[in-house]
């Protein structure tokens, strides 16, 4: 394994933060991963939010189904896409993926909360003001994590096939 492979390997769901705040050059490495991500066209549809105001998490946090715990978070990355962008879905969802493991790389934890389609979404966009050419991707709370759960992954020959799929 290398250290890139390590990270990515790693790298699970945290949901339960400790208080500590975030190291300001992290956040902004890891944003810059976000911005490396792949874009179809290379149109980099996204927009990257950042909110560590208690309030302000609080008020996301209530809003979304899933994802209550971002209220405890020292941080939410808030990654919406351009609507008129083709491909905005699959350039923010790598973008959110980089910024994970940007986050990670540092020893932060996060967990990806869904935000494209949701309910919520258009709510969450006029929170934060952002405009309507841009639509909720994703929310990504993160943290110092305050407690190690991994959850079990399925093995390699579970999900993968070699030039054909058979069931055998």
């Given at each position: ?19 500590d ?49 971002i ?80 959850q ?17």
């Amino acid at each position: 394994m290398n250290v890139g492979t390590t990270i990515i390997k790693s790298r699970h769901s945290v949901r339960k933060y400790k208080p500590d705040q975030i190291e300001e050059s992290a956040i902004r490495d890891a944003l810059e991963c976000a911005c490396q991500a792949p874009s179809a066209m290379n149109l980099q549809p996204w927009l990257f939010g950042v909110v560590r105001d208690r309030a302000l998490l609080g008020k996301i946090a209530e809003l979304t189904d899933h994802g209550k715990f971002i209220a405890g978070a020292a941080v939410c990355f808030i990654v919406f896409g351009e609507k008129k962008a083709k491909y905005y879905l699959e350039d923010c969802c790598a973008a959110t993926e980089n910024l994970i493991l940007g986050l990670w790389a540092y020893g932060v934890g996060s967990c990806w909360v869904a935000g494209d389609k949701k309910p919520y979404a258009d709510d969450i966009r006029k929170l934060l003001s952002v405009p309507d050419r841009y639509t909720l991707v994703s929310l990504v709370p993160a943290g110092y994590p305050a407690e190690v759960t991994v959850q079990k992954k399925k093995s390699l020959d579970d999900v993968t096939f070699i030039e054909t799929y058979s069931e055998n």
